[in-house]
């Protein structure tokens, strides 16, 4: 897919008028864009601010592709980094651009790489078991799917993806091997749940799909490093700001966000604090922000989005 065809594809950014919102009152500098998928976020908050430089780390060649096309008109503004994104310190402290004073994670998967049969994520469409973000990385789904031990593959569909049927999923995945294509894994998940599951909205392999993405991308392991490293890279004044659309990541962000604001005391309770503990950033709200119902008419991919946000605080002396 060429690198405009793959701009045109991607989706409207989920929340972006939220997301500038956000923004607004961070000063000049630097803004990374932890996820930059198809560039609309960063076009947006580059837009918002002509001082701003903005760095777009993504592990998708393809995303970083497109990107460049869609900031374009951005010029020398845009940074560009083909990275995971727990690496975010040291990327950060390369690229030397000045404070950092916004840092956006878009988490999940985009629009462009379900919409891509050939990726392999969706099981909307027939391609390979392949779901790989970086096309680099030595586990795809195919590894997955026909490898695993059945209670290896039920462990993974609960835990990532609270799936009830884990059990028979996996034993009828198993039964079925070998498995090659989207196709196939999704009508042997569809023939192992009860046919009351498969009356739904939602197709039934959907939860499994989720599953394997985030086993194949280490997904969930990669968001706490990644928002520690950030919180310590912002200037004060700066925000930073998440969306998630699952539960699991949500659970992440939310402990290391309200464990930042609160400043949470090593100390014994019995005695004074002495190890300087004090919050380091300020919540914008407790409780996550939701799409408007109009934004999830038009985008129907939008309805699961939570996005919490946070300004970072000065530190206080001792």
Same mark, same amino acid.
């Given at each position: 897919?060429?690198?405009?065809?793959?701009?045109?594809?991607?989706?409207?950014?989920?929340?972006?008028?939220?997301?500038?919102?956000?923004?607004?009152?961070?000063?000049?500098?630097?803004?990374?864009?932890?996820? #930059?998928? &198809?560039?609309?976020?960063?076009?947006?908050? #580059?837009?918002?601010? @002509?001082?701003?430089?903005?760095?777009?780390?993504?592990?998708?060649?393809?995303?970083?592709?497109?990107?460049?096309?869609?900031?374009?008109?951005?010029?020398?503004?845009?940074?560009?980094?083909?990275?995971?994104?727990?690496?975010?310190?040291?990327?950060?402290?390369?690229?030397?651009?000045?404070?950092?004073?916004?840092?956006?994670?878009?988490?999940?998967?985009?629009?462009?790489?379900?919409?891509?049969?050939?990726?392999?994520?969706?099981?909307?469409?027939? &391609?390979?078991?392949?779901?790989?973000?970086? @096309?680099?990385?030595?586990?795809?789904?195919?590894?997955?799917?026909?490898?695993?031990?059945?209670?290896?593959?039920?462990?993974?569909?609960?835990?990532?993806?609270?799936?009830?049927?884990?059990?028979?999923?996996?034993?009828?995945?198993?039964?079925?091997? @070998?498995?090659?294509? %989207?196709?196939?894994?999704?009508?042997?998940?569809?023939?192992?749940?009860?046919?009351?599951?498969?009356?739904?909205?939602?197709?039934?392999?959907?939860?499994?799909?989720?599953?394997?993405?985030?086993?194949?991308?280490?997904?969930?392991? #990669?968001?706490?490093?990644?928002?520690?490293?950030?919180?310590?890279?912002?200037?004060?004044?700066?925000?930073?700001? %998440? #969306?998630?659309?699952?539960?699991?990541?949500?659970?992440?962000?939310?402990?290391?966000?309200?464990?930042?604001?609160?400043?949470?005391?090593?100390?014994?309770?019995?005695?004074?604090?002495?190890?300087?503990?004090?919050?380091?950033?300020?919540?914008?709200?407790?409780?996550?922000?939701?799409?408007?119902?109009?934004?999830?008419?038009?985008?129907?991919?939008?309805?699961?989005?939570?996005?919490?946000?946070?300004?970072?605080?000065?530190?206080?002396?001792?």
């Amino acid at each position: 897919m060429s690198a405009a065809a793959a701009t045109r594809s991607f989706h409207v950014p989920v929340m972006v008028s939220e997301i500038a919102e956000v923004f607004a009152p961070a000063g000049d500098g630097l803004v990374v864009d932890a996820t #930059l998928g &198809g560039g609309g976020h960063a076009a947006a908050l #580059l837009e918002q601010n @002509p001082d701003r430089t903005l760095l777009g780390i993504d592990r998708d060649p393809e995303a970083i592709a497109a990107a460049r096309v869609r900031l374009a008109p951005f010029g020398s503004r845009v940074i560009y980094c083909c990275e995971r994104f727990d690496r975010f310190g040291e990327i950060v402290s390369a690229c030397d651009a000045g404070p950092v004073v916004g840092v956006l994670f878009d988490f999940g998967v985009s629009s462009h790489q379900l919409d891509s049969a050939a990726r392999g994520f969706s099981h909307r469409y027939d &391609g390979p078991l392949d779901m790989r973000m970086d @096309p680099q990385s030595p586990l795809d789904a195919a590894t997955i799917v026909n490898t695993y031990e059945p209670e290896q593959l039920a462990r993974l569909l609960k835990r990532n993806a609270q799936e009830r049927f884990a059990a028979r999923i996996a034993s009828a995945i198993v039964g079925a091997r @070998p498995l090659h294509t %989207t196709r196939q894994l999704a009508d042997t998940v569809r023939a192992a749940v009860p046919a009351a599951a498969r009356r739904g909205r939602r197709h039934p392999a959907m939860r499994t799909f989720a599953a394997i993405r985030i086993e194949v991308n280490d997904e969930l392991n #990669l968001i706490e490093p990644a928002i520690r490293a950030a919180l310590g890279c912002l200037s004060p004044g700066g925000r930073i700001a %998440t #969306l998630t659309y699952h539960s699991g990541e949500d659970s992440i962000v939310k402990v290391i966000m309200r464990e930042a604001a609160d400043g949470v005391c090593e100390c014994p309770s019995t005695l004074p604090c002495i190890c300087g503990a004090a919050p380091a950033v300020r919540l914008l709200r407790r409780k996550v922000a939701r799409p408007g119902a109009a934004e999830i008419e038009r985008n129907p991919r939008a309805a699961s989005a939570l996005m919490r946000a946070a300004e970072r605080l000065a530190p206080t002396g001792r």
